[in-house]
């Protein structure tokens, strides 16, 4: 198993360009998450996918959309980036256990926003 | 969600026990107490979970206290490689809350 994939690793953007940020799991999760993370900061949830078919925001979704485009696939698009948008993506999915449940990540976008 | 608090940083020797605390004073019944850990330029990865009894797997052990509103993570024999974030969760069993990470712990391991 590849576990969570996202393309690319990196990434240079000008000021108002547009891009989407691909991830991919192949564990057959239901639940796909997408964070971003500052310099020296916490992860910060953007948006998130309880199942194939449902999106809903998270503590930071402004400048941000996401499609949920089969139960493997969740991207995130950034219409016009701003370099308020420079950060670490991380997408994530969650294997839901009896008891409780258990994020894998992704090893992060690298994105710079110019 | 209810709120964590973790030391900034702590330093730890090579082959030495290392005991990174967590109060969670705010904790409820059904909340689960989550660690994370985060090497340079990797994404966080999950270290262990508990609910009430102490928990050990093969990375690590979490002691959680009588009344709940503080736990230990504790890596029994701290290696260069545990260096790390290491980010202490409380999350609901009821699904459909988030995870909420907070600034965590920086682990420096001395050779």
Known sequence: ?114 | DAKTTQPNSMESNEEEPVHLPCNHSTISGTDYIHWYRQLPSQGPEYVIHGLTSNVNNRMASLAIAEDRKSSTLILHRATLRDAAVYYCILRDRNYGQNFVFGPGTRLSVLP
């Open chain 1, 1 to 114: 198993n590849a576990g969570v994939t996202q393309t690319p690793k990196f990434q240079v953007l000008k000021t108002g360009q547009s891009m989407t940020l691909q991830c991919a799991q192949d564990m057959n999760h239901n639940s796909m998450y997408w964070y971003r993370q500052d310099p020296g900061m916490g992860l910060r949830l953007i948006y998130y996918s309880a199942s194939e078919g449902t999106t809903d925001k998270g503590e930071v979704p402004n400048g941000y959309n996401v499609s949920r485009l089969n139960k493997r696939e969740f991207s995130l698009r950034l219409e016009s980036a701003a370099p308020s948008q420079t950060s670490v993506y991380f997408c994530a999915s969650i294997r839901l256990d009896f008891s409780t449940d258990t994020q894998y990540f992704g090893p992060g976008t690298r994105l710079t926003v110019l």
